[in-house]
Nanobody
Framework: QAQLVESGGGSVQAGGSLTLSCGSS????????MGWFRQVPGKEREGVAS???????IIAHYMKGRFTISYNRVKNTIDLQMDSLKPEDTGLYYC??????????????????WGQGTQVTVSS
């Protein structure tokens, strides 16, 4: 199974921007779902953004208008553009893909390949 590797995390002040990128050792299938999730200590991993096989996108409600998910076919990466960052966006961000499902979803049970995560810290 192809490995996913996230990059682009770091520390930023509130109001700033970061772009996370997720690469794979194999070809990412754009006809299946791909997503980004976030986890903070003591809480379950939660969906941030998902892109479906038809290009449809779901963004978590508290990130709408600030986060954008996209697939870069040339670079074979899943990117998460994060703007107007807030301290509550802090967390460990994971990218994920599915080997079966096509409809965008923030449900983590639909994904079966995960990266190791990249830390995002937003200070006030």
């Amino acid at each position: 199974q192809a490995q996913l590797v996230e990059s682009g995390g770091g520390s930023v002040q509130a109001g700033g921007s970061l772009t996370l990128s997720c690469g794979s050792s194999g070809r990412i299938r754009s006809d299946l779902i791909m997503g980004w999730f976030r986890q903070v200590p003591g809480k379950e991993r939660e969906g941030v953004a998902s892109r479906g096989g038809n290009g449809g996108v779901i963004i978590a409600h508290y990130m709408k208008g600030r986060f954008t998910i996209s697939y870069n076919r040339v670079k074979n990466t899943i990117d998460l553009q994060m703007d107007s960052l807030k301290p509550e966006d802090t967390g460990l961000y994971y990218c994920a893909t599915s080997s079966r499902f096509r409809v965008a979803t923030l449900s983590r049970t639909m994904y079966d390949s995960w990266g190791q995560g990249t830390q995002v810290t937003v200070s006030s």
